[in-house]
């Protein structure tokens, strides 16, 4: 496939969704000044990194100028936030530049986000300030490194103006890139203009786009739920796996294509605690990193309820037929959390106890006030036959003792090598992860000081999530114990 500097726009959206997005500009941006892009992100796109890390892709990823092919919009959407219903919500602060059709023939978006105010800005300044733009762009890119579904960062632009927020800061805008932008808040803005048509269109244009083979089934539409629901659950358990926080988990910030997007308070735990809370709005632990997975469910019932005109013209089997799909969605995250989980402690095989020695090791690791992701990695250790490293990681570390004798006997019926298995551990368990102190050393670095090098510095680490490099121990430790808990905040 060529590349060339030029985005070979198709604009599916704008052509087939009238009704879902208003056309609009971008505000110019006075200064730009490039502070990331990622090479290897626009090799996948097709796209010509060199000639786009240049001034010629600054005035595009400033909103200066419009690409050839480009027309922007911003969509409408609505959604349930903190479990209120905002009947029109929408893109307030980001426009689409269009879509690109990967190297691997995928449709993908590309959107600014911070390039200012739009139809559904309401109150809002349509901006976005450096901090909460590298954030998005440092926290989406190791996710993807994890392996975990996610919108990436193409791009990163100082826009050289001021943001006011409960301070000035300088502004930024981050080019985003999903497989689309459409979400369950999509689904609720269809259905609350009431006509049947415009949800019906919206759907079909989701199938096409994300679940093709649904369109095959005897009922489309209740196959599209349910593979919706799929992607969505397994994104969880991810999320669950690796101690992921998304920390606004409303029905907008929900995606179709089962892609993580909006890192706005998200956070990792250091010490696992089901109750673990950052966001410094979510007051009543709404989304904290226990609940995810019934929120997800709750998010989907939402998605369920746009759907019912679509999937049977009476009502009542409609409701039946999804709520039958909704009851399935728990038993399918379980079952991806618990694979998720086995493998993490090196298990292969499926016993009938793994769920509750799983269960048992979290208790301990929750008394214990153990590192979540430090415990998992060091465990490979134990296989390599020295367990005093995750020992060390409890309060007691005489409590780990019993339950590390229950795993063996668990493993003795692998009939696998241990260096094997340590080997496979150390490959999805993670050393680095992006750790709150760091995060926020490195964007404070930015905005205080212009000082982008420990940003990219720690982009370079989370990149490579799996592999241990000697020199860069800070980037695995836990942040140091404070009285003071970790608080995050939306950004807007
Ligand atoms: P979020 O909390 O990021 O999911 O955003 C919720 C809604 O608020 C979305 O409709 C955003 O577009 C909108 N929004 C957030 N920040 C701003 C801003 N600075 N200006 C305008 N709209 C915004
Ligand atoms: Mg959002």
């Given at each position: 496939?060529?590349?060339?500097?030029?985005?070979?726009?198709?604009?599916?959206f704008?052509?087939?969704l009238?009704?879902?997005f208003?056309?609009?500009?971008?505000?110019?941006?006075t200064?730009?000044?490039?502070?990331?892009?990622?090479?290897?992100l626009?090799?996948?796109?097709?796209?010509?990194?060199?000639?786009?890390?240049?001034?010629?892709?600054?005035?595009?990823?400033?909103?200066n100028?419009?690409?050839?092919?480009?027309?922007?919009?911003?969509?409408?959407?609505?959604?349930?936030?903190?479990?209120?219903?905002?009947?029109?919500?929408?893109?307030?602060?980001?426009?689409?530049?269009?879509?690109?059709?990967?190297?691997?023939q995928?449709?993908?978006?590309?959107?600014?986000?911070?390039?200012?105010?739009?139809?559904?800005?309401?109150?809002?300044?349509?901006?976005?300030?450096?901090?909460?733009?590298?954030?998005?762009?440092?926290i989406?890119?190791?996710?993807h490194?994890?392996?975990?579904?996610?919108?990436?960062?193409?791009?990163a632009?100082?826009?050289?103006a001021?943001?006011?927020?409960?301070?000035?800061l300088?502004?930024?805008?981050?080019?985003?890139?999903?497989?689309?932008?459409?979400?369950?808040g999509?689904?609720?803005?269809?259905?609350?203009?009431g006509?049947?048509?415009?949800?019906?269109k919206?759907?079909?244009?989701?199938?096409?786009?994300?679940?093709?083979?649904?369109?095959?089934?005897?009922?489309?539409y209740?196959?599209?739920?349910?593979?919706?629901?799929?992607?969505?659950a397994?994104?969880?358990?991810?999320?669950?796996n690796?101690?992921?926080?998304?920390?606004?988990?409303?029905?907008?910030?929900?995606?179709?294509?089962?892609?993580?997007?909006?890192?706005?308070?998200?956070?990792?735990?250091?010490?696992?605690?089901?109750?673990?809370?950052?966001?410094?709005?979510?007051?009543?632990?709404?989304?904290?990193?226990?609940?995810?997975?019934?929120?997800?469910?709750?998010?989907?019932?939402?998605?369920?309820?746009?759907?019912?005109?679509?999937?049977?013209?009476?009502?009542e089997?409609?409701?039946?037929?999804?709520?039958?799909?909704?009851?399935?969605?728990?038993?399918?995250?379980?079952?991806?959390?618990?694979?998720?989980?086995?493998?993490?402690?090196?298990l292969?095989?499926?016993?009938?106890?793994?769920?509750?020695?799983?269960?048992?090791?979290?208790?301990?690791?929750?008394?214990?006030?153990?590192?979540?992701?430090?415990?998992?990695?060091?465990?490979?250790?134990?296989?390599?036959?020295?367990?005093?490293?995750?020992?060390?990681?409890?309060?007691?570390?005489?409590?780990?003792?019993?339950?590390?004798?229950?795993?063996w006997?668990?493993?003795?019926?692998?009939?696998?090598?241990?260096?094997r298995?340590?080997?496979?551990?150390?490959?999805?368990?993670p050393?680095?992860?992006?750790?709150?102190?760091?995060?926020?050393?490195?964007?404070?670095?930015?905005?205080?000081?212009?000082?982008?090098a420990p940003?990219?510095?720690?982009?370079?680490?989370?990149?490579?999530?799996?592999?241990?490099v000697?020199?860069?121990?800070?980037?695995?430790?836990?942040?140091?114990?404070?009285?003071?808990?970790?608080?995050t905040?939306?950004?807007?």
């Open positions: 496939m060529n590349k060339h500097p030029h985005f070979n726009f198709d604009n599916s704008a052509r087939s009238d009704g879902f208003s056309y609009c500009d971008a505000e110019t941006s200064a730009p000044k490039l502070l990331q892009f990622n090479h290897a626009a090799e996948e796109l097709g796209l010509d990194p060199v000639a786009l890390d240049s001034e010629f892709g600054l005035a595009i990823f400033s909103g100028e419009k690409a050839e092919g480009s027309e922007t919009l911003a969509q409408a959407y609505a959604g349930h936030q903190f479990g209120g219903y905002s009947p029109q919500l929408g893109d307030g602060r980001a426009l689409l530049l269009g879509e690109v059709i990967d190297t691997q995928r449709r993908r978006d590309i959107q600014l986000k911070g390039s200012g105010r739009t139809p559904f800005s309401r109150g809002g300044d349509g901006k976005a300030a450096i901090g909460p733009v590298l954030r998005e762009y440092l989406g890119e190791a996710m490194a994890l392996g975990v579904p996610t919108t990436r960062a193409l791009a632009v100082a826009t050289g001021d943001v006011y927020r409960e301070t000035v300088p502004g930024a805008i981050l080019t985003r890139v999903a497989s689309s932008h459409i979400r369950v999509t689904f609720q803005y269809g259905a609350a203009r006509d049947v048509e415009k949800i019906l919206l759907a079909d244009y989701t199938i096409e786009r994300h679940y093709p083979d649904t369109a095959e089934a005897d009922n489309p209740l196959a599209f739920f349910a593979a919706v629901a799929d992607a969505q397994a994104l969880v358990a991810r999320w669950m690796i101690g992921f926080i998304h920390g606004v988990m409303n029905t907008d910030n929900t995606t179709i294509s089962g892609e993580t997007i909006d890192y706005g308070p998200c956070a990792f735990m250091d010490n696992y605690a089901r109750g673990t809370v950052f966001s410094s709005i979510d007051r009543g632990g709404r989304y904290a990193y226990a609940n995810q997975p019934e929120i997800l469910i709750w998010n989907l019932a939402r998605l369920a309820e746009t759907l019912i005109p679509l999937v049977d013209s009476k009502k089997r409609a409701v039946e037929l999804l709520t039958e799909t909704i009851e399935c969605i728990q038993p399918l995250y379980e079952s991806y959390w618990l694979t998720g989980m086995r493998s993490k402690i090196g292969t095989t499926e016993e009938s106890g793994d769920q509750q020695l799983i269960n048992d090791l979290l208790k301990k690791m929750e008394e214990g006030h153990v590192d979540f992701t430090l415990f998992f990695r060091h465990f490979s250790q134990a296989l390599r036959g020295d367990s005093e490293e995750v020992r060390q990681l409890f309060d007691k570390p005489a409590d780990f003792d019993a339950w590390e004798h229950r795993w006997m668990r493993y003795e019926q692998e009939g696998i090598s241990a260096e298995t340590a080997q496979s551990m150390d490959e999805i368990n050393i680095y992860i992006p750790r709150n102190h760091k995060v926020e050393e490195a964007l404070a670095a930015a905005t205080d000081q212009e000082d982008i940003f990219k510095k720690l982009l370079e680490v989370l990149t490579h999530p799996f592999d241990e000697e020199g860069n121990e800070a980037y695995a430790e836990p942040a140091p114990k404070t009285n003071i808990p970790y608080r905040f939306c950004g807007t």
